[in-house]
C-alpha cells in the first residue's frame, strides 16, 4: 500500500515570496492533517480537513496560510508571504477514521528555509 | 494546551530500560504515542483509550492514569533501532484535534 506522498521535498526562498506544498493522502483516507514542526518541537496541526470540508483550521495563520482540499482527495497548502519564522517541515497526515481519534499516517515533509 | 513530557532527553545503552512520561492539566480520554526518527516522519505506535489501560508493541508498553491525566511509554530492553524522538498527543474535547507535547529525545549506543 502507498504511503502518504509529499512534494516538494525541500524548499528555499526569499521571505515575501510565495510557496505552495502538495500532498497526496493513502487512498480511501477521509481525513486529512497539515502540521508544522518547528526543529526541536512537536508538530503542531494547522488544518484538518473531512473529505473536502474543513473540520477545524483555529490554528492556521489565515492572513497568510491558506489550504484547499479538492474533490476530498489531494491537498495543497500555501503561504503568501513567507516569513522568516515560517521555517519548519510541513507534515501532512491522513486517517481513515473520521472522528480523527485514530492512528495517522504521515508523509515524509516538506522542510521549508525562508531566508 | 500542549502535554508535558519528560525528560527531555535520554541516553541508554543497548539492553537498559526506560520510562517517558507525559501529562495534561486537562482532563484526558486518550493518549496517542509516536515515535519519529531523525529526518524522518513520524510513525505510530500506539493509542490508550481507557483509564488504567495498557498496551504494548514488542517491547515497548504504555499506561494510561486518567484520575492523574498522565500516560507513560516503558521501553524494555533497548534496541539501537528504538532511538529517536518519541511524542505523545492528546486529543481536544471534540477528539479530533491531536496536541503533541515537546518530545523526549531518546538515544541507545551499542
Known amino acids: 500500500e502507498a504511503g502518504v506522498a509529499q512534494s516538494p521535498r525541500y524548499k528555499i526562498i526569499e521571505k515575501r515570496q510565495s510557496v505552495a506544498f502538495w500532498c497526496n493522502p493513502i487512498s480511501g483516507h477521509a481525513t486529512l492533517y497539515w502540521y508544522q514542526q518547528i526543529l526541536g518541537q512537536g508538530p503542531k496541526l494547522l488544518i484538518q480537513f473531512q473529505n473536502n470540508g474543513v473540520v477545524d483550521d483555529s490554528q492556521l495563520p489565515k492572513d497568510r496560510f491558506s489550504a484547499e482540499r479538492l474533490k476530498g482527495v489531494d491537498s495543497t497548502l500555501k503561504i503568501q508571504p513567507a516569513k522568516l519564522e515560517d521555517s519548519a517541515v510541513y507534515l501532512c497526515a491522513s486517517s481513515p477514521w473520521t472522528s480523527g481519534g485514530g492512528e495517522q499516517f504521515f508523509g515524509p515533509g516538506t522542510r521549508l528555509t525562508v531566508l | ?110
Not at chain 2, 13 to 20: L, S
Not at chain 2, 91 to 102: D, H, R, S, V
Request: glycine share 10%; aromatic share 10%; net charge positive.
Open chain 2, 1 to 110: 494546551q500542549q502535554p508535558v513530557q519528560s525528560p527531555q532527553a535520554v541516553i541508554l545503552r543497548e539492553g537498559e530500560d526506560a520510562v517517558i512520561n507525559c501529562s495534561s492539566s486537562k482532563a484526558l480520554y486518550s493518549v496517542h504515542w509516536y515515535r519519529q526518527k531523525h529526518g524522518e516522519a513520524p510513525v505510530f505506535l500506539m493509542i490508550l483509550l481507557k483509564g488504567g489501560e495498557q498496551k504494548g508493541h514488542e517491547k515497548i508498553s504504555a499506561s494510561f492514569n486518567e484520575k492523574k491525566q498522565q500516560s507513560s511509554l516503558y521501553l524494555t530492553a533497548s534496541q539501537l533501532s528504538y532511538s529517536g524522538t518519541y511524542f505523545c498527543g492528546t486529543p481536544n474535547n471534540a477528539g479530533n484535534m491531536l496536541t503533541f507535547g515537546g518530545g523526549t529525545r531518546l538515544m541507545v549506543k551499542p
